[in-house]
């Protein structure tokens, strides 16, 4: 596979996960993306993940060479031929065929590639668009942005709107080898959802079902309802932020004269599902949080404290059409920064990938939403 040699626009870069969802993305590559793609004199060039994490890694190690290419690409000669113009503004293009796991593979192994560089700056600020093709299993993304199929995915991306894709950055304070509380440092950073809890535990055990695609979720939602747990934590909520009013049906603000960083909202658990996301559907026909947006400045916060099977049960029959935020034993918060400290080790999801945490402020987990981290300009095409 490689560069349309009769373009010169800079070649998007797709990248294929053989592993996502049901086994499709090759065979979606050379009959729909492919084909479309060169029909619309598209230029690309395509890599393909061997394993788990090479997507990552490969964004790590190669990230800034591709933006030099770019830069270049773009550069013209000064009007006296004495000089190199660089471009104000660049644009990179990846198209990703798999599921919201390849997307979070790229996004992390893009800002770990340029983390504490020079070569981005606020002068020079490279826009990295994504397209999203869903053949995951979830595709929370996609689904959200209310992509229907793969087809559709491509005609968006050909039809070319974009809108900002922002990220929540997962920090702690906990420093190896000390048990000093230093500055709060970024782990990871999630596009989907974090969890605690009940979808966690799920998450966790649905990979032994993986076979059964999108179906896997429910099996290992089935299993871990059978022996419902409670989880100990406490959640808070800071800054000025919206909850969901039962009454008026209606998002309302909270601590509009708070500082940022003050508590506005304690919860003190334990804690039967918590989510924390910046997509409103999960899967199809799952919307967990229906007031959450890929591009607002906002985390979605769902939270169900101490029920029991069928309280669980109940919630899970209305999520299809997001109806389950009149239920009483809903709490729904739109908050911009979040901690949560357990008070054993614990275990959190952060887009389908585990966070052991210690237990006590060692422990300690901050989500904060964050705009172009490392000064790079996010968006998704939709
Ligand atoms: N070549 C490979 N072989 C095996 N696993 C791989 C390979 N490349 C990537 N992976 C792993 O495949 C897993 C699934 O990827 P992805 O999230 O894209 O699909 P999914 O889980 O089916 O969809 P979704 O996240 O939307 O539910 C990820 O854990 C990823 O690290």
Redesign the pocket.
Known sequence: MGINPTSTRFPALIVL?????KKQAREALETVVQPALEKAGIPFRAIE???????QSYFQENIQPILVDLVQSLSSVSSDGASVVPPSSATLQVIIL?????VH?VVNGILRGVEGTEFVSEAFRPKVEFSVIPL?????IATSLGIKDVRDALDRFIAGKTVPLRLISVATRSQKGSSDLGPWKTLVYTVVVNSYGLHCATVYDSEEFRHLGNERFRQAAMKNIETLKQYEGQLTLHGPGQRYDQTSRTLVQYGQNLDAKAVATSLDGPFTYLLITKQASLEPGFTPTPFASTSDEWMDVLVVQNVGQQDILNLFGSTSDGSHVDQKIVEYYKSKLIELETPEKARLCVD?EFLDIQGGPQGRVQFEVTEDPNLLLFSVYT
């Open positions: 996960n053989p592993n996502s969802g993940s061997l394993q788990q994490g090479h997507i798999g599921g919201d796991g390849s593979e995951g299993t979830g595709n929370s389908g």
